[in-house]
């Protein structure tokens, strides 16, 4: 099915002439006044290059995606461990922990003979990461499968009618499983994150970002478990979106409250929302009544409880909302 289009009413009473001295006027304006085009297309030489991703999956990406494994005859996934492992036939098909053993026992198949002790590696390896990390065994650090993250995304970025220059702060980012793709989408330092793990931090900052190329997206991930925005975070403009993908529920009610006295100051009336998963126990384990008084006296509304499903497994989040009017 085509995109709606500005004429896809009415066009067959638009003489044919006006049509095409309307689209050739158009044509001399983009060509002659390039910054009025819109800012999602970047004009490189010859290529008019799309800058800003889409947040959605659409029906026609779903339709695509099934014609391309009917294209290729791929049926139905082998249904038990047995038919995975015998349908596996990589050269040399490996677990993520025998990768890694091979990875400390070889170190890959060409690799420089100085010793790793002495540094000389560095002029070689500009930020050398760690095979725990190189194997991503962090992809399963949240029991949830690891392409949830993407959900998150779709949902969030939707929810809080995001845009790429909008901005974000997420509380508890762990390994980027959500955070990648804000940071993807928006533009350079537009992704904030506050999160207390080192090892998860270690994961985003010297795996996810570099590999998956944002390093130029420069996000600000900074270490802390206070909910203290003081430091690291002063003087920045209002948040658009601050989100709080499974952590709300493994902290502390009174931490909970205490970052949320914080963090209102810091969103944008209006437009701005607080989205957090899973459930808002550090307030409705208050009582109704109480909940709401205590909301009230920060200066926020409960919007509302949404759900999403997930694109590629049998899952859906549950999320509440909440903004500042
Ligand atoms: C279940 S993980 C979720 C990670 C990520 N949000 C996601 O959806 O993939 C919970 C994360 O919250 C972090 N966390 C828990 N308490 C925190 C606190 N007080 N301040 C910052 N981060 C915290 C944990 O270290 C962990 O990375």
Not at 55 to 82: A, H, M, Y
Not at 161 to 176: F, K
Not at 228 to 256: C, Q, R
Not at 265 to 273: S, V, Y
């Amino acid at each position: 099915m085509a995109p709606p289009s500005l004429f896809s009413k009415g066009t067959g009473t638009v003489p044919g002439l006006l049509l095409l001295a309307f689209a050739s006027l158009a044509l001399l304006i983009v060509l002659v006044f390039p910054s009025l085009t819109p800012s999602t297309t970047t004009t490189t030489g010859t290529c008019s290059c799309p800058t800003t991703a889409p947040i959605s999956t659409t029906v026609e990406d779903v339709s695509w995606l099934k014609s391309q494994l009917l294209l290729n005859r791929l049926g139905d996934p082998p249904s038990t461990p047995e038919a995975w492992a015998s349908a596996r036939k990589g050269i040399n098909p490996r677990t993520r922990q025998q990768q890694l053993n091979d990875l400390r026992k070889f170190k890959g198949i060409s690799h420089y003979e100085e010793d790793e002790e002495s540094h000389d590696h560095n002029n070689h390896t500009a930020l050398l990461c760690p095979g725990e990390l190189l194997v991503e065994e962090h992809h399963s650090n949240y029991g949830e499968p690891w392409a949830g993250g993407r959900d998150v995304f779709e949902f969030l970025a939707n929810a809080a009618m995001l845009g790429p220059s909008d901005l974000v702060l997420e509380i508890g980012c762990g390994t980027l499983r959500v955070g990648l793709h804000f940071i993807r989408y928006l533009n350079t330092a537009r992704y904030h994150c506050m999160e207390r793990d080192e090892l998860s931090m270690m994961a985003a900052l010297r795996y996810e970002i570099p590999y998956n190329g944002l390093l130029s997206k420069r996000p600000l991930i900074i270490k802390g478990e206070d909910m203290n925005f003081d430091t690291h975070f002063a003087g920045v403009e209002s948040y658009d979106l601050i989100y709080a993908s499974a952590v709300f529920l493994h902290m502390p009610d009174t931490l909970v409250w205490v970052g949320l006295e914080r963090l209102t100051p810091r969103l944008k009336t209006g437009k701005g929302r607080i989205l957090v998963s899973h459930n808002i126990k550090f307030c409705s384990r208050l009582g109704s009544v109480e909940c709401s008084r205590r909301l009230k006296g920060l200066g926020l509304e409960y919007v509302g409880k949404h759900t999403h499903d997930s694109l590629l497994f049998n899952h859906y989040e549950i999320w509440f909302e909440f903004k500042k009017p």
